[in-house]
């Protein structure tokens, strides 16, 4: 088994605030490092959400019952196929949820 300090997952949280002082957010399995996420969310941002942080929010946040696994290029559908190349030197992958998970009595987990 590797060490924390050897994993080879980087495990981030995108969050939003709540009312009070408080957040509510997701959990996002792969590369969490800000290098890779910030660049590829505050295009999704400005392009497929057109500026909307509350549909942003609604489609990482409330709409997935667990988390991501990964955060794919389809976040960049909409973005100029020169950013894209950009930020993916040219390689896409999907989005995929933490949807393959069970809870110790065996039943899928639930939002």
């Known amino acids: 088994m590797l060490a924390p300090e050897n ?5 981030s949280f995108i ?5 009070g002082t408080g957040y509510s957010g997701i959990h996002v399995q792969l590369d969490g490092v800000p290098s890779h ?5 505050l295009a999704a941002y400005q392009y497929k959400f057109a500026r909307d942080v509350e549909a942003m929010a609604q489609h990482l946040i409330d709409g997935i019952a ?3 696994d990964e955060l794919g290029t389809v976040l960049l559908d909409d973005a100029p196929p020169t950013l894209v190349a950009a930020l993916t030197d040219g ?3 999907p989005s995929r949820t ?9 039943s899928p987990p639930c939002a």
Do not use: E, K, M, Q
Not at 15 to 19: D, Q
Not at 37 to 41: A, R, S, V
Not at 98 to 106: A, E, N, R, Y
């Open 91 to 93: 390689d896409h992958w």
């Open 15 to 19: 969050a939003r605030p709540t009312a």
């Open 98 to 106: 933490l949807d393959h998970l069970i809870t110790p009595d065996g």
């Open 7 to 11: 994993s080879l997952f980087t495990h």
């Open 66 to 68: 667990v988390g991501w």
């Open 37 to 41: 996420h910030l660049p590829l969310l």
